[in-house]
């Protein structure tokens, strides 16, 4: 599983509707808002690397209201969670 951590500019006055239509883009499995210089961080985990264009560029940036992103990739994973397992089962 590769983990993108999206860092996201949004218009502000469209906030909740924005956040909304990018946590239904399959790929993203949670989107917060955050204080600070950013306005949502959204986590995308797919399963190939042609996946995160195909969620991020193709999806996600389309979605009226985001202005601008930065997108990390996570390297390790230093948790206890098994994310692959669950996600294998459903849950």
């Given at each position: ?23 239904a883009?399959?790929g ?19 399963r ?25 990739i ?18």
């Amino acid at each position: 599983m590769i983990t993108a951590i999206v860092f996201i500019q949004a218009d502000v006055s469209h906030l909740s509707e924005t956040a909304e239509q990018i946590a239904a883009i399959p790929g993203v499995s949670e989107v917060y808002s955050v204080t600070g210089d950013l306005d949502l961080v959204a986590m995308v985990r797919v399963r190939e690397h042609d996946d995160i264009a195909r969620v991020i560029a193709d999806q996600l940036n389309k979605v009226e209201g985001v202005l601008a992103t930065q997108t990390q990739i996570a390297f390790q994973t230093f948790s206890q969670h098994d994310l692959e397992d669950a996600f294998s089962i459903g849950l």
